[in-house]
């Protein structure tokens, strides 16, 4: 359940864990008992792991140290690989 963070009139913090279904918008203050609103933060993220978060450290440490490739991944070294199976494209002049 997440954890939601209430701001009262009087300025008091307090925080209630409901479910998303019975989260309001408001709650009662348990220090003055006044209107309590949700206050709007952001999520706790930083902890998980997924292929994103990967994905964008890799990409950073790539920035300062890219990595070297001297030909396409899967691509034969000894031949160029064919683009087209046309014949008249073999007519075609070469650089
Ligand atoms: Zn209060």
Redesign the pocket.
């Known amino acids: 359940m997440p954890l939601y963070e209430f701001r009262?009139e009087?300025s008091?913090l307090h925080e209630l864990m409901l479910s998303m279904s019975a989260a309001d918008r408001h709650a009662a203050?348990p220090?003055?008992g006044?209107d309590?609103t949700r206050l709007i933060s952001s999520p706790a993220l930083g902890h998980l792991r997924t292929a994103r978060a990967d994905l964008i450290g890799e990409t950073e440490a790539s920035a300062h140290a890219p990595a070297v490739v001297d030909r396409v991944p899967g691509a034969r070294p000894d031949r160029p690989a064919r683009i087209t199976h046309d014949p008249r494209h073999a007519r075609l002049p070469r650089p």
């Open positions: 009262c009087n008091h203050c220090e003055c006044s309590a």
